[in-house]
T-cell receptor
């Protein structure tokens, strides 16, 4: 089945630093989504990307949909303590590939030292 | 808007019993709901896709007779774990797709199931 390779798996940074994570796939997706999950909670949507090449910002977060439709990155600028959590990328399959299901990356666990 | 709730948030049960988890879309109608399972320090794995008024579509390797899904209305889907065993202990998360925004899924807060 389809798989997303998300990296890095974990990050340990100082408060105020910028963060970058990415996802790659062997499959083409028509939508890329980035979620954040806090412990014991469900994922919360951060950014949704719908067009190849699209660059979208949400506050200190910026994400891009790769031109090949097989990759995406998420950047967080000037990290703060509440950014701690697990970040997941998710690709949405085209309808013909199966009911527009989401395929998730393995997650990037972000830890911030104050 | 687009709030999804789950009940219960935590459940502990004895091996062999059945557990029902509810997923509700609170302020919108969801023609499709999805059920995921997440083991500790792992990603979300799709178990099944639930469409209102029809049978759920299960992912490969997920036993439909063990994980019963009912999507009786546009705002409610239920997952019943039948004859639960310790290996079924996991974090179960549902999501709902908004009819108008077909490309986005909104997730519930999850249900922690512990089978003793």
């Amino acid at each position: 089945g389809q798989q997303l390779n998300q990296s890095p798996q974990s990050m340990f940074i100082q408060e105020g630093e910028d963060v970058s994570m990415n996802c790659t796939s062997s499959s083409i997706f028509n939508t890329w989504l980035w979620y954040k999950q806090d412990p014991g909670e469900g994922p919360v949507l951060l950014i949704a990307l719908y067009k190849a090449g699209e660059l979208t910002s949400n506050g200190r977060l910026t994400a891009q949909f790769g031109i090949t439709r097989k990759d995406s990155f998420l950047n967080i600028s000037a990290s703060i303590p509440s950014d701690v959590g697990i970040y997941f990328c998710a690709g949405q399959l085209r309808k013909a590939q199966g009911a527009q299901k989401l395929v998730f990356g393995q997650g990037t666990r972000l830890t911030i030292n104050p | 808007g687009a709030v999804v709730s789950q009940h219960p948030s935590r459940v502990i049960c004895k091996s062999g019993t059945s557990v029902k988890i509810e997923c509700r879309s609170l302020d919108f109608q969801a023609t499709t709901m999805f059920w995921y399972r997440q083991f500790p320090k792992q990603s979300l794995m799709l178990m099944a896709t639930s469409n209102e008024g029809s049978k759920a579509t299960y992912e490969q390797g997920v036993e439909k007779d063990k994980f019963l899904i009912n999507h009786a209305s546009l705002t409610l889907s239920t997952l019943t774990v039948t004859s639960a065993h310790p290996e079924d202990s996991s974090f179960y998360i549902c999501s709902a797709r908004v009819v108008q925004w077909v490309n986005e899924q909104f997730f519930g807060p999850g249900t922690r199931l512990t089978v003793l």
